[in-house]
């Protein structure tokens, strides 16, 4: 199965978590921003200017950032925004994805530097992702009030099917998945993001460790898990993930739109 043991500071912190991996330790500045991750796996470490725009402290260049707070670069890699504060084009070196957005800038299309379409995606009157197509292949998306319970394909035949922990906010803390006419069972962390996928005889069918800001290294992928971050739903085709109005960056834990509802969300 999977043990994990938490210490917490007293700002309700996670200071150190004990994992079958080995020890995670964290520590964060003066305003309980997160500085340093340190586990067997890997060594962060990161450092904010005076607006609170956060680079990594590993002896590369700051990232950039412009008036608007928005990130333009992290050493090889540009980005561009439009009008919206939509991130409209991510440039590294020749390569550039293009992104286009909705009247209410929900992202539509992801296209290459030639113009050819890497992904497209639809929505329903609710905002939520109705659907992708990439490379032809389209995945529907079904929703319930405890959030996404199923993908299908364009034929209407069923890929996947997801259930909740009880009581656990809309589409996070996956209690189980059922593939193929097989049941999963999710052993998640205390945020409720994905660490193994077990079968019901106990064997892990999938496994991922991750960046303190998201990006997971997959290490077992038996079957298709594709929720990451609660309520995050993962983009192989754009290394995104969904998140109901918006879409997350794990590379550089940002956001690529502005929160829809605007200052009030930092209210």
């Given at each position: 199965?999977?043990?994990?043991?938490y210490q917490?500071?007293?700002?309700?912190?996670?200071?150190?978590?004990?994992?079958?991996?080995?020890?995670?330790?964290?520590?964060?500045?003066?305003?309980e921003?997160?500085?340093?991750?340190?586990?067997p796996a890997?060594?962060e470490r990161f450092?904010?200017?005076?607006?609170?725009?956060r680079?990594?402290?590993?002896?590369t260049?700051?990232?950039?950032?412009n008036?608007n707070?928005q990130?333009?670069?992290?050493?090889?890699?540009t980005?561009?925004?439009d009008?919206?504060g939509?991130?409209?084009v991510?440039?590294?070196?020749?390569?550039?994805?293009?992104?286009?957005?909705t009247p209410?800038?929900?992202?539509?299309?992801?296209?290459?530097?030639?113009?050819?379409?890497i992904g497209a995606?639809?929505?329903?009157?609710?905002g939520?992702?109705?659907?992708k197509e990439?490379n032809?292949?389209?995945?529907?998306?079904?929703?319930?009030?405890d959030?996404l319970?199923g993908?299908y394909?364009?034929?209407?035949?069923?890929?996947?099917?997801?259930?909740y922990?009880p009581?656990?906010?809309w589409s996070?803390?996956p209690?189980?998945?059922q593939?193929?006419g097989?049941?999963?069972y999710?052993?998640?962390?205390?945020?409720?993001?994905p660490?193994?996928?077990?079968?019901?005889?106990?064997t892990v069918?999938?496994?991922?460790?991750y960046?303190s800001?998201?990006?997971?290294?997959?290490t077992?992928a038996?079957?298709?898990?594709?929720?990451?971050?609660?309520?995050?739903?993962f983009?192989?085709?754009?290394g995104?993930?969904?998140?109901?109005?918006r879409?997350?960056?794990?590379?550089?834990?940002r956001?690529?739109s502005?929160?829809p509802?605007?200052?009030?969300?930092?209210?």
């Open positions: 199965m999977m043990q994990r043991t917490y500071r007293r700002t309700g912190a996670v200071q150190s978590q004990t994992t079958a991996e080995g020890q995670i330790g964290y520590n964060y500045d003066p305003v921003r997160l500085r340093g991750a340190t586990s890997r060594d450092v904010y200017d005076f607006l609170g725009n680079s990594p402290d590993d002896g260049p700051a990232w950039g950032y008036q707070n990130l333009t670069g992290t050493g090889t890699i980005y561009d925004y009008d919206h939509n991130m409209a991510k440039r590294r070196g020749t390569s550039e994805i293009n992104f286009s957005y209410d800038n929900r992202l539509a299309f992801l296209t290459d530097e030639a113009g050819a379409t995606y639809g929505y329903d009157p609710f939520r992702r109705l659907f990439v032809g292949t389209r995945t529907y998306f079904l929703y319930n009030d959030g319970v993908e394909s364009a034929t209407g035949a069923e890929l996947r099917t997801y259930g922990h009581g656990a906010p996070t803390n209690l189980f998945v593939e193929g097989i049941y999963y999710y052993l998640n962390d205390h945020l409720g993001t660490q193994k996928i077990m079968s019901d005889n106990g069918v999938w496994a991922a460790t960046e800001f998201g990006t997971a290294t997959i077992t038996t079957i298709t898990n594709n929720l990451r971050f609660p309520g995050q739903y983009d192989s085709e754009s995104l993930q969904y998140n109901w109005h879409y997350y960056d794990p590379t550089t834990g956001y690529i502005a929160d509802i605007g200052l009030v969300g930092g209210d």
